[in-house]
């Protein structure tokens, strides 16, 4: 490793997404705005992430394609302490049931601590969404899983399949409705399996299309499919969505960046792009950016601009949801 800057992926405290950064101790962030410029350059090989806060006891490469950015073993131990894995019966915490629409028909379910508000929600780039219940973990857990036996409601959507729909939403009232209907046929399973301690909460479905940038930008026609020691990544950042950049990018149009593919490689500043890693904090501003390009050496599509290279995939063409709960 070269000392360089390591992402540490995309974050939504609040309605505007930041990129986290580390370099050894340093822990930095940088707040992204739309119409910025972005760049940067992947060295050497990828390393595992770690789990729960602490490095790789191994030191391991991980595939360039990986979206979860781990080893196996450390991979183990970050789920077990997951919410998802069922190990924290006795969780004192408040949880909220949600139905999240990425699309036409892609209503999931989920669950997510009461205190992390509607965070969760952007991580996963859920365009629309809104509450359903509040309160144990357990009756959480169970309330999703009567929806899911119930209604046919899955608690996973490929994210390939979100990707694909995005740049083609309908209008807000349509998802609103979609919501809502889904929100209803919730709603008179209690009493049928829904948990006494889970408090329904009223309907108010939440869009984030304006927040994400993805009502004004136009629609991704390919997506990185891995970076590649020396190769570059630059554009001008148009919308955000989950772990998602959208860049645009001159003779290409836009290219999606899926930030956990970034985890764990060491990135370095590109000439001339002011504000890319170890500048100032990470990736920022810049005007220069605009003209980079996104390209690939024998991939499913490829574009080639003075020697700088990734490999790209048409939108829809393949990756699943990482993360949790």
């Known amino acids: 490793m070269s000392g360089g800057w390591w992402c540490a992926g995309v974050r939504w405290p609040g309605q505007v997404p930041e990129l986290g950064w580390c370099r050894g101790g340093d822990r930095r962030v940088s707040v992204l705005a739309y119409g910025a410029g972005l760049g940067f350059r992947a060295l050497g090989e990828r390393y595992c992430v770690g789990a729960r806060g602490n490095a790789c006891p191994l030191g391991a490469v991980v595939p360039g394609r990986s979206t979860g950015g781990r080893c196996a073993e450390c991979a183990r131990l970050d789920r077990v302490h997951s919410v998802a894995a069922d190990t924290m019966a006795d969780d004192p915490r408040t949880y909220r049931v949600y139905l999240a629409w990425f699309?036409?028909?892609?209503?999931?379910?989920?669950?997510?601590?009461?205190?992390?508000?509607?965070?969760?929600?952007?991580?996963?780039?859920?365009?629309?969404?809104?509450?359903?219940g509040r309160g144990p973990l357990m009756a959480?857990?169970?309330?999703?899983e009567v929806l899911r036996a119930a209604l046919g409601v899955p608690d996973r959507i490929p994210y390939a399949r979100k990707r694909a729909v995005r740049g083609r939403l309908p209008g807000c009232e349509e998802r609103a409705a979609e919501v809502a209907e889904l929100y209803g046929r919730a709603a008179r399973l209690e009493g049928r399996g829904w948990p006494e301690s889970l408090e329904r909460l009223p309907l108010e479905v939440v869009d984030q299309a304006a927040a994400f940038g993805i009502d004004r930008a136009p629609a991704p026609v390919r997506s990185?499919?891995?970076?590649?020691?020396?190769?570059?990544?630059?554009?001008?950042?148009?919308?955000?969505?989950?772990?998602?950049?959208?860049?645009?990018?001159?003779?290409?149009?836009v290219v999606v960046l899926d930030t956990r593919l970034i985890t764990g490689w060491d990135l370095a500043?590109?000439?001339?792009?002011?504000?890319?890693?170890?500048?100032?904090?990470?990736?920022?501003?810049?005007?220069?950016?605009?003209?980079?390009?996104?390209?690939?050496?024998?991939?499913?599509?490829?574009?080639?601009?003075?020697?700088?290279?990734?490999?790209?995939?048409?939108?829809?063409?393949?990756?699943?949801?990482?993360?949790?709960?």
């Open 103 to 132: 699309g036409p028909g892609m209503v999931k379910v989920g669950i997510t601590g009461e205190e992390r508000g509607a965070a969760r929600l952007r991580e996963q780039g859920a365009v629309a969404f809104s509450w359903l």
């Open 224 to 253: 990185v499919r891995e970076l590649v020691d020396g190769g570059v990544v630059a554009g001008r950042l148009v919308a955000a969505a989950g772990p998602d950049l959208h860049l645009a990018v001159d003779g290409v149009g």
């Open 269 to 325: 500043a590109l000439p001339g792009v002011a504000g890319s890693p170890g500048a100032a904090a990470g990736v920022a501003g810049s005007p220069g950016a605009a003209a980079g390009e996104i390209a690939s050496p024998g991939a499913v599509s490829a574009v080639a601009e003075g020697g700088v290279r990734v490999p790209l995939i048409d939108i829809g063409g393949g990756g699943v949801q990482g993360g949790l709960f």
């Open 140 to 144: 959480a857990r169970r309330t999703e």
